[in-house]
């Protein structure tokens, strides 16, 4: 069962239209994998309708909706606020830490990926998660280099100040 209540049986389900999404992408199969994403969103659409909008689901629907990172955000989102909701640590250790991935990897945005690193590292003091844990440290590295570049279009003057 999923920390959220998802019975074995229907998670097994996910995970193996989830692994065969990967494994046809990996061999290039991009139409099996595209049609293994287009069952995988609906089974995530019949497990919402039998669960609710749980975490797991939420969180697993970010993964395979589309490359764009604003729709990945808003349903990470979404799955990061019910687990608040429910109180459920697992997934807010391992949603907190995908939106950190997110932010820092893929925006490259050192004010949200920093916010939610922030989370991330405080979910991991109630709820340890090596995984999670190692992912932390490296996102941490690559924050700080973030920190020192300009954000958004920002344009930093070096010669500044120095005449």
Known sequence: MT???I???DWDRVHELAL????ASAEGEDARSQSAAVRLRELLDELQEKYGPLPS???TRADYVSDAPEERDY???AAYEQAQRLGDMKNLVWISASLATLHVDDLRDAAEGGRWLALLEGHLRA???DSAAREAVRLRGILESLMGQPQNGERTDVSEGTE
Do not use: M, Q
């Open 127 to 129: 709820s340890p998660d």
């Open 20 to 23: 065969e999404v990967v494994n």
């Open 7 to 9: 019975a074995t049986e």
């Open 75 to 77: 349903w990470l989102t």
């Open 57 to 59: 689901l939420l969180a």
């Open 3 to 5: 920390p959220d209540g």
